[in-house]
T-cell receptor
Framework: DAKTTQPTSMDCAEGRAANLPCNHSTISGNEYVYWYRQIHSQGPQYIIHGLKNNETNEMASLIITEDRKSSTLILPHATLRDTAVYYCIVERGANSKLTFGKGITLSVRP | NAGVMQNPRHLVRRRGQEARLRCSPMKGHSHVYWYRQLPEEGLKFMVYLQKENIIDESGMPKERFSAEFPKEGPSILRIQQVVRGDSAAYFC?????????????FGSGTQLSVL
């Protein structure tokens, strides 16, 4: 089972920042926090990952709390095309597989 | 640099037939993962392969399902004697190395429909 807890859904106005929370209170010291998303009927898409420090790339920013028990994915200027299910994953087994939970459904409204 | 290629995109089979799903990983990637997504459900890990080796098949059903990743050619997920419950989207992912810090790249999936 996934070791993360995410709200079921949230919505956001187009052009505004979308802040997606994730709790992972049992994360171990060497586990990374990964975010993927799945747009309807498509394959999952990697967004960003981090270990301790905050990370930013062309898609998003990842803010990890100091105790690493929670994190927030930030989409700075959400567009309609960002409507998707977003998965926060911290469990990476010994064979580097990803275990997907239910994720959070983000709906971006015009 | 082409991404992970899966074919066919859609596959229709009658009950009892065999289904073969193909996955060509990204260039330079030697690790392949298969996932299944049943309608209205999440992604479930099935199997992890490296060239010519099955590393982890803990998510594979015990019967009718098999996977291979030969030295040459794509990875194949094979489902024998398909049943209606096999109808799902099957996604393949690849990575260049076996490392916690390595991200997976997913294909567009094969939608299997069993009549």
């Amino acid at each position: 089972d996934a070791k993360t807890t995410q709200p079921t859904s949230m919505d956001c106005a187009e052009g505004r920042a979308a802040n997606l929370p994730c709790n992972h209170s049992t994360i171990s010291g060497n586990e990374y926090v990964y975010w993927y998303r799945q747009i309807h009927s498509q394959g999952p898409q990697y967004i960003i990952h981090g270990l301790k420090n905050n990370e930013t790339n062309e898609m998003a920013s990842l803010i990890i709390t100091e105790d690493r028990k929670s994190s927030t994915l930030i989409l700075p200027h959400a567009t309609l095309r960002d409507t998707a299910v977003y998965y926060c994953i911290v469990e990476r087994g010994a064979n580097s597989k990803l275990t997907f939970g239910k994720g959070i459904t983000l709906s971006v409204r015009p | 640099n082409a991404g992970v290629m899966q074919n066919p995109r859609h596959l229709v089979r009658r009950r009892g037939q065999e289904a073969r799903l193909r996955c060509s990983p990204m260039k330079g990637h030697s690790h392949v993962y298969w996932y299944r997504q049943l309608p209205e459900e999440g992604l479930k890990f099935m199997v992890y392969l490296q060239k010519e080796n099955i590393i982890d098949e803990s998510g594979m059903p015990k019967e009718r399902f098999s996977a291979e990743f030969p030295k040459e050619g794509p990875s194949i997920l094979r489902i024998q004697q398909v049943v209606r419950g096999d109808s799902a989207a099957y996604f393949c992912a690849s990575s260049p190395a076996r490392d916690r810090n390595e991200k997976l790249f997913f294909g567009s999936g094969t939608q299997l429909s069993v009549l």
